[in-house]
């Protein structure tokens, strides 16, 4: 693993400003999600319905169009992912992001 | 061509294509034109299980307590499945293993194709349990009408694809007559034999399975066969791998990531390869009606299980380029996720206890924090 994407489990408990994002879901929709949870994890918390199925990365059930911003991945992804696409599912924000669920 | 098992021949992998390039020769792994292959195979080996593993002395019991028509949804399924892990655990290494021509994606389908035999065992595992004599199931695999029908679709391309094979390595190019049927043999043609043949595999992992999911799991959300729905997890995480390959295949195809030729079959056969997949929705929609044919059962019938097809074929489609024809946007069935999540699915038993299992092994992991209390 990359010391780059990966996150480790020691993390500081306390969240700073810097780690929590705007997600844009639409025109509408924003909520804000933190980097110490993947992001289909943050989606859930605030009854975002999303599909799923593995929650590893490697089955691509969540794929999300990101339209805007940045994202880490926890886990490297193995499901196919076109250049446009993130998985929720392992990945966090690292900017605020504007996405369009499927 | 003719095949050879360790071509002489100094060819470089890495510029190699996936299929029809030169024969694989050293089998290496230091070096990969698609890593992900590579990935696939950790992942697939990490899954590792055996059926006998798993109880299902419990579901005697619980089979003799449904009623006819649940007992029919119950062996028909397990009886598809047994039809579709037959295919699955020769079809691709005979199919794909002459003509491939990366050392990763070799591996890659050895490995996929291992995992489905101990899918098909697995079967044999569930049935041994419910029948002192399972025999009378097996053998209604050839002869049941619904079933066969799904064979021929299923095996047809991959047939296609190993004929011509067979023809072209032991004859080369040209117009070959085989039992007074002429056969045009090329390159092309191969190629799009073989675009075809993976596109039905694709939709084979894609749909064929979750309709029988669907049915396995909706029995265990009522606490019924929960040996068989620990099985059918199992079986569902690994297929789940084995369609995300397909994926990378038909998009590796399909963006000129990797040979040409096949990115203009891909643009050329992209109808075909689309009533490829709407002839397995359709033909899971039927399967759906004959498994109700005698009577829903609780908590499932065949309209919502039909939704949960095009639901799922939805995703599918939109995966590897193709539009989403269905109407239906929310999952219909949602504790289906539940029973797909890879979190849910049981460790084996010897890997639970990680430190009696891994023997010798050293943490080699050493962190900053290990020397808090360490003074000079």
């Known amino acids: 693993m990359t010391s780059e994407t990966s996150i480790s489990d020691d993390q500081p408990a306390q969240m700073t400003q810097d780690d929590r994002f705007v997600i844009h879901l639409d025109e509408q929709t924003s909520l804000t999600c933190s980097k110490d949870k993947t992001l289909l994890e943050s989606l859930e918390a605030q009854q975002v319905d999303v599909h799923y199925h593995c929650r590893e990365g490697f089955c691509g059930a969540c794929r999300t169009k990101l339209l805007e911003g940045e994202v880490e991945y926890v886990t490297d992804p193995l499901a196919f992912i076109d250049d446009d696409e993130i998985l929720p599912c392992c990945c966090v924000p690292v900017s605020d992001l504007k996405i369009r669920l499927a | ?376």
């Not at chain 2, 694709?202 to 040996?227: K, P």
């Not at chain 2, 995300?244 to 109808?271: F, V, Y």
Request: aromatic letters at 12%; proline letters at 4%; one cysteine or more.
């Open chain 2, 1 to 376: 061509m003719k095949y050879t098992t360790f071509n002489q021949q100094n060819s470089n992998p890495l510029a190699e294509p996936m299929f029809f390039g030169n024969p694989v020769n050293v089998a290496r792994y230091d070096q990969q034109k698609h890593q992900i292959f590579e990935k696939l195979i950790e992942k697939q080996i990490s899954f590792f299980w055996r059926p006998e593993e798993v109880d299902v002395s419990k579901d005697r019991v619980d089979f003799q307590k449904l009623s006819d028509s649940e007992k029919h949804i119950f062996i028909s399924n397990l009886k598809y499945q047994t039809l579709l892990d037959s295919v699955q655990g020769r079809s691709p290494n005979i199919a794909f293993l002459p003509i491939v021509s990366l050392p990763e994606l070799e591996t890659w389908i050895e490995t996929w194709s291992f995992f489905e035999t101990i899918h098909s065992r697995s079967y044999t595992h569930i049935l041994r349990n419910l029948f002192s004599d399972p025999s009378a199931v097996f053998e209604d695999i050839v002869l049941n009408e619904e079933i066969r029908r799904r064979a021929t679709d299923i095996s047809r391309y991959y047939d296609d694809l190993i004929f011509l094979t067979q023809l072209w390595q032991t004859q080369g190019e040209g117009m070959h007559q085989v039992d007074g049927v002429t056969y045009p043999v090329n390159l092309r043609e191969l190629k799009k034999k073989l675009y075809l043949c993976m596109n039905s595999v694709n939709a084979l992992e894609a749909i064929r399975f979750y309709v029988s999911f669907a049915c396995t799991f909706a029995f265990a959300e009522r606490e019924l066969m929960e040996g068989n729905s620990k099985i059918i997890r199992l079986i569902a995480r690994d297929e789940n791998l084995h369609l995300t390959s397909t994926q990378h295949i038909l998009n590796l195809w399909a963006r000129g990531k990797d040979d040409p030729q096949m990115q203009e079959i891909a643009e050329e056969c992209q109808d075909e390869a689309r009533a490829i997949f709407m002839n397995a929705v359709e033909q899971e929609k039927q399967w759906a009606e004959y498994l109700f044919q005698h009577g829903s059962m609780i908590g499932l019938n065949k309209d919502i299980l039909c939704q949960y097809v095009e639901f799922i074929a939805n995703h599918r489609m939109a995966a590897i380029g193709l539009d989403t024809p269905f109407e239906v946007k929310s999952n219909p069935l949602p504790w289906m996720n539940n029973y797909l999540n890879s979190d849910n699915v049981q460790v084996a038993p010897q890997e639970s206890e990680i430190s009696s299992y891994l023997v010798g092994q050293i943490d080699s992991e050493v962190s900053v924090d290990d020397f808090g209390d360490f003074d000079l």
